[in-house]
């Protein structure tokens, strides 16, 4: 049996990691680091450079894993679940290959916070025997963003609906929603939104970062800013993870 640590680290900025995060990673006698390519190392390198900020003296141990790739083939929902299963089996085998399990205080840094749209947990409950968890919460994209704009996420008495671009582009605008919150959107589904005019878009990638890259403004007018900037952040760097927030003009 082992214990497993899920360490939200904020949004990329190592600021943003809290003093318990930072408590958490350095109690730590492993920490799994996903590397996604040669494109996206830097994503690993962030993760292992907040490490040895916080542990100058190179404990804890970091073994890095490789994500397997989704089957494009497959529904969404059911090649998303066999993707969350062969990362479970790749934890395993991982944690396996450097501790011996008994006791260990295994630990693994989210981007933003582990219960907004991200798996960690969902994979974490797929392993056996199942380790304890505990989760040290993190500040959010949705945070960072409201910050970098210098906004209040929600209207006056309104709620917030937070959603994806997935159900954007199949769904249109959430029914009866004031202020919507959007993540995961790789396709800019905005664009399919047929009253752009009465739309306010903040939108923002690499929020906290020193590549930050933020845009504003009434939808209708701001759209293609906010694509090309997206790809060029995206040529420059080989990823990128944005978040937008719209709200329907009074």
Known sequence: MFNLTLIGIGTGNPDHVTMQARRAIA????ILIPHKGDEKSDLADLRTSIVAEV???GAPRIALFDLPVR??????IDRVNRWHDKIAAIWADTIAAHTNGDGANVALLVWGDPSLYDSTLRIAARLTPAPTI????GITAIQALTASHAITLNGLANAVTVTTGRRIRDHGWPEGAETVVVMLDGECSFTTLDDADQIDIWWGAFLGMENELIAAGRLDQVADQIIATRAQGRADHGWIMDIYLMRRRA
Not at 27 to 30: I, V, Y
Not at 71 to 76: G, L, M, V
Not at 134 to 137: A, E, G, R, S, Y
């Open 27 to 30: 109690a730590a006698d492993l």
């Open 55 to 57: 542990c100058p003296d």
């Open 71 to 76: 089957d494009p083939s497959i529904p969404y």
């Open 134 to 137: 505990k989760v040290i919460p």
